[in-house]
């Protein structure tokens, strides 16, 4: 059974922050085995990705076949049946139809002095998308980033999918396709980010990283920061429900289990205003456990990190709700809209008991790319402005210069910086001769 | 003297490479030093931040002294001449007004299944802006950091500045106000970055840390990134010059001076069309170091990093720039228009001969904050979404997970994902059975 508390709970306030700060990843320190493979990529291009990849994948490549041809991937494609090719183009479409609303505009303007100003956003030149392989090989995370930076504009976008033994996923090479990415690389772990990053002989490199990965992964977007943009690190997945008595447990108990099945190390909390509508939750899932094909996973996650506290109001869930800041949150009560109102950090949000979470990492639109870790603080799920970036613009005339200029100046000399306010002397000094 | 490039050599593109390769900032290794410092805040909390700060500035102060009190900043404001003052007001004005334009639209629609999708922005709650001490303590770092995130509507807002022997910048506090500034914590280093982000007794602890530092207060924003979210960690100053011979020489070599006077480390680069220009501004880059109180900075920086480029046409010139990818631009030709819109990559652009970039450090109202080291081809300069996070939402009725559930089924099914399949599912069933 997973932990219950209860907010009127003489130690609620301690058992609380000790849920907040459980430490749920023991991720396996290997920066240094990714610093030296990330130094042989360089140094040895090509040559190192595909002794690497033989090592890790059992996979014998060239640099001919490092990518899949367009034969390859029409026969793989051919394969997928036809409900899940519908499923998959339904999913790219509506995905494609939310993010395209996250287009930004440029502005431009010109300010009483006279000076026009503004900005211009454009998208990144290259992308590079990771998709994992084996078990957590999802064609829907090919989509989830690929959609977005194709929508950007982004003019090259490849994927590296590692493929071992030579296993390949045929949804994967389905969805990229759909998403409009160019090429699909099967190769994979710290060898294949740092390929994208600085480039090989057969590998253009990118400007921008996103993507899913292990420990080797994850190290080594953390090492090519600067050299290229990359998205967040992402923890081990998160769903709070807040659920009042008047919705099924089973239904909750469900999508509860639907992040506990994703990792051990996910975490699935409910808050209820209700104390007997919390015990039938935890009743259901463990009634659900008993038949889940991933009970092996989600029965250690939801004993180890899953919770279920008990709070008199609404309100008060909403203020532990953002003291959780979760990647997930699920609004099953009788007025969802209310209750999103006082929610303030927040991944996704699902509006009402009609909206399971699982239609969000597939269909409803929304990028299931989201800020783990209580980051919702600060940051975003995955979007259009990932793959975009922004050059501002100034443009001076004689007349602004002379309005704003002086005050440069000062403020240069009060830097001591002396050719930052000569710049703008030399010129006033001309438009004061000019008219002289 | 500088590098002198000329498109049409042999050896140019080896030459450009070379300069784009170039390293310019040899980063002394203090990872250690940082983690025992972060390490030792986190678990001693304001104590160690006072032995580190009585260590590294000389400074004896207690947790009731940590923070300028209310009459300490007005003493010290009071001492600000008026022009100053004057200045720093106007540029206030100019720098809030460029960016209460990036304020960002929330989003909400129906679509034709009947789901409401949009997504909901919110500032983070509070946000920690690093300002150096010493020489590089610059009270316009303050407004560019600052007033974005007041924008944005962060509710906390705090700075820490290091007053190494107690030396205080009275126009620091002064820009502070001005910005909305809560509270100026007199503490600096990699123990200021570890207290805002973990928090001590004294210090709450914040969800975005903002702002220039030394090695030491770099090392630490790459430390504590995932607790809560930073800035890029930005490097030398850099400018690009494109400039046609109908400039005068003199403008064009303080441009190029007002960035290498940051930092040896700085680059300054000038492409013209005309050779002899080049020569000419090169010759009165001389003459001004001879005058310049910064030359012994501006000097080696011009010498070891600047490069003058001879090209034939401009639009040459743009694809130049776009592989330096320009933290700032400026085009000094006769249609910038035009020029712009064949640039992908820069920071910030200043359009024609009136507008010098050190319009753009102070006072044009774009922000100076922005990214060095070709990350222009990936990242913005600063701006209010820095300190603002948007959050998905979606809302199914039951038609509308009537008409996209199915797919989400099939999409669980071909990953594996039993209960996220089961979670529409059910609901599924029950509309099912209350229609039969």
Known sequence: MPQFLNTNDADFDRRFAALLEMKREDAPDVDTVVAEIIADVRKRGDAAVLELTEKFDRLTLTPETMAFSVEETDAEIAKVPAAERAALELAADRIRAYHVRQRPEDARWTDPDGAVLGWRWGPVSAAGLYVPGGLASYPSSVLMNAIPAAVAGVERLVICAPTPDGVVNPLVLLAARLSGVDTVYRIGGAQAIAAMAYGTDTIAPVDKITGPGNAFVAAAKRRVF?????????????????????????????????????????????????????????????????????AEIAGPSWRDFGAIIICDDLSRAAALSD???????????????????????????????????????????????????????????????DFMKRTTLARMTPDALKAIGPAAEVLAASEGLGAHGASVAARLARLNSDEG
Chains 1, 2 share one sequence.
């Open 226 to 294: 600067g050299k290229v943009g990359i998205d967040m690190i992402a923890g081990p997945s998160e769903i709070l429900v807040i659920a009042d008595a008047d919705n099924d447990p089973e239904w909750i108990a469900t999508d509860l289990l639907s992040q506990a099945e994703h990792d051990e190390s996910a975490q699935s909390i409910l808050i209820t205003t209700d104390a007997a509508f919390g015990q039938a939750v935890a009743e259901a899932v463990e009634r659900q456990l008993q038949t889940l094909p991933r």
């Open 323 to 385: 003291r959780i800041a979760p990647e997930h949150l699920e609004l099953c009560v009788s007025d969802p809209e209310a209750l999103f109102a006082q929610i303030t950090h927040a991944g996704a949000v699902f509006l009402g008991q009609w909206t399971p979470e699982a239609i969000g990492d597939y269909i409803g639109g929304p990028n299931h790319v989201l800020p783990t870790a209580r980051s919702a603080r600060f940051s975003s799920g995955l979007n259009v402005l």
